[in-house]
Nanobody, 128 residues
Framework: QVQLVQSGGGFVQAGGSLRLSCAASGDPFTTGAMAWFRQGPGSDRDFVAAIRWSDGHKSHAESLKGRFTISRDRAKNTIYLDLNNLRPEDTAVYYC?????????????????????WGQGTQVTVSS
């Protein structure tokens, strides 16, 4: 069993930066993947970024490349999401997700259904 605990987020003006963290406890991650999704008001929960645990391969949503970056501290079983040059349309609840099984291909890592574990969500609000 895995628990994901998120921290970070908050309120920021457009152009600002934030860092989100997600720490996994319980069964350690040696394989599988961890990811970030976000859900804006009245929207679906969309893929933001993912990292495959075995080799550290990263994938970012095309529309967010260059502004958002996923990283990890393998020893701490923790992932991070650096959000830069934030825009009002980035306002959403951000969720981390994890699955500690298998060797997912990229397209699998992009899908919500792959992930067994979810963090509690953290609000990011960007003002104009």
């Amino acid at each position: 069993q895995v628990q994901l605990v998120q921290s970070g987020g908050g309120f920021v003006q457009a152009g600002g930066s934030l860092r989100l963290s997600c720490a996994a406890s319980g069964d350690p991650f040696t394989t599988g993947a961890m990811a970030w999704f976000r859900q804006g008001p009245g929207s679906d929960r969309d893929f933001v970024a993912a990292i495959r645990w075995s080799d550290g391969h990263k994938s970012h949503a095309e529309s967010l490349k260059g502004r958002f970056t996923i990283s990890r501290d393998r020893a701490k079983n923790t992932i991070y999401l650096d959000l830069n040059n934030l825009r009002p349309e980035d306002t959403a609840v951000y969720y981390c997700a994890g699955n500690n099984r298998g060797q997912p291909i990229l397209s699998t890592m992009w899908t919500r259904q792959y992930y067994d574990y979810w963090g509690q969500g953290t609000q990011v609000t960007v003002s104009s």
